[in-house]
């Protein structure tokens, strides 16, 4: 039991909580008081929810994107060893700017629960007051998000360029190379800034991990460069 394996595992397991959450999150498109104005009227404990079940999927993903760079780090090259440093310097990013995102949501949030009290220095001196902090935190927080599929992205992308160079794919390995398209297809979205790009470019990127990592799981790929698949040289 020690020995398994937990890449395959989290790289299936960490898409699937995200898309939970994905397709639960009651604000899409609204922006401004559009958007914030949601936090007001909704009961905002499923939010809190929603945002604990992302962050843990987000960590358990990440967490096995890492692995996988670990593993095919030890079959690499000295060349493709710097490139998976890199893509693993990318995902740590990504990781950085969705927790930047998730305190500006959870402050967000938090935040209009303080009282509103012109005198007291601990509450809101009015109700403009308030949303204008909420507005802010709320901004904050969809910066740092809108420059996580960038990060995630590229670290898609020199992975699968990485595994391409290492390997000479056939038939099901290919699917190490599909992470490329999808990688660039993800980091255009801060770029297209069109919302319904992302919700169809956030699945197809959520069920290209899900399928890697369950082909893992069932034995039909291993990582590039692991023990089961080393890295071929000329």
């Known amino acids: 039991m020690s020995d398994r394996n937990l890449t395959p595992y989290m790289l299936a397991g960490g898409p699937i909580l995200l898309m939970v959450a994905f397709f639960s999150w009651p604000q899409t498109s609204e922006i401004g008081t559009d958007a914030t104005d949601i936090l ?3 009961d905002r404990m499923p939010l809190m929810v929603m945002l604990a079940i992302a962050t843990i999927g987000i960590v358990v993903m990440f967490g096995g994107l890492y692995l996988l760079v670990q593993q095919m780090k030890k079959g690499a090259g000295e060349m493709h060893k710097q490139m998976l440093t890199i893509a693993g310097m990318c995902i740590i990013a990504a990781l950085a700017l969705f927790m930047a995102g998730f305190g500006g949501n959870v402050n967000a949030i938090n935040a209009i629960d303080f ?6 220095d601990q509450a809101w001196e009015n109700e403009a007051d308030q949303a204008a902090s909420v507005r802010a935190s709320w901004d904050a927080s969809n910066s740092g998000w809108a420059m996580m599929p960038v990060m995630w992205g590229m670290a898609m992308i020199i992975v699968g360029t990485t595994a391409f160079m290492m390997q000479k794919p056939s038939g099901i390995d290919y699917m190490w190379s599909l992470l490329m398209p999808v ?4 980091s255009l979205a801060p770029i297209l800034n069109n919302p319904d790009y ?3 470019i956030f699945p197809v990127t959520m069920l290209t991990h899900i399928v890697i990592g369950g082909l893992m799981i069932a034995g039909k790929i291993t990582a590039p460069g692991s023990a ?3 890295e071929v040289t000329e």
């Open 183 to 186: 990688g660039l297809g993800f």
């Open 198 to 200: 992302f919700d169809m």
């Open 115 to 120: 009282e509103i009290d012109p005198d007291d």
């Open 40 to 42: 007001f009227a909704e």
């Open 228 to 230: 089961g698949n080393p």
